[in-house]
């Protein structure tokens, strides 16, 4: 593997790609809430993640982010939950970047439906790029 890191353009049209999912319903009910159970539970198990040193909240919610960004299922209910979640023990900038996030997603699903979702979808993927211009900054990009 090469290591590389994403950027922040190419960022932002990943993370829009992924917004797609919130505008087809995927990631909020018809009523606009987000589903509770869901929330709970990020797939492809990033609950299970574990920080192993007091770098690792950092480097895991820039892992997750990225991994998110990769797979197009950061507007899924329960990834910016477990993103938040790890990097809220983060240092500053990351914990920061975690809840400019959380706040952006929250956005977007209380827009579900409206004609405000598109532009709170996208404030949902500046967030992401924002969050993993922090990553990059801080040295915690991860390997690609």
Do not use: W
């Not at 290591?3 to 018809?30: D, K, M, N, Q, W």
């Not at 977007?108 to 004609?115: D, F, K, Y």
């Not at 990553?135 to 915690?140: E, Y």
């Amino acid at each position: 593997m090469v290591a590389r890191s994403l950027s922040a353009p190419a960022l932002f049209v990943r993370l829009l790609l992924a917004g797609g999912i919130a505008l087809t319903g995927t990631a909020c009910s018809p009523d606009g809430a987000t589903d509770a159970s869901a929330a709970s539970a990020a797939p492809g198990g990033m609950d299970d993640l574990q920080p192993t040193s007091s770098d690792a909240p950092g480097v895991d919610a820039c892992s997750l982010l990225k991994r998110a960004v990769d797979e197009g299922t950061l507007m899924e209910p329960g990834v910016v939950d477990a993103i938040v979640r790890i990097s809220g023990r983060a240092d500053a900038p990351v914990a920061d970047a975690g809840r400019r996030l959380a706040a952006a997603y929250a956005s977007a699903a209380g827009a579900h439906g409206t004609e405000d979702e598109p532009d709170a979808v996208a404030g949902v993927s500046a967030a992401g790029a924002d969050m993993s211009s922090v990553c990059t900054d801080s040295g915690l990009e991860t390997v690609g």
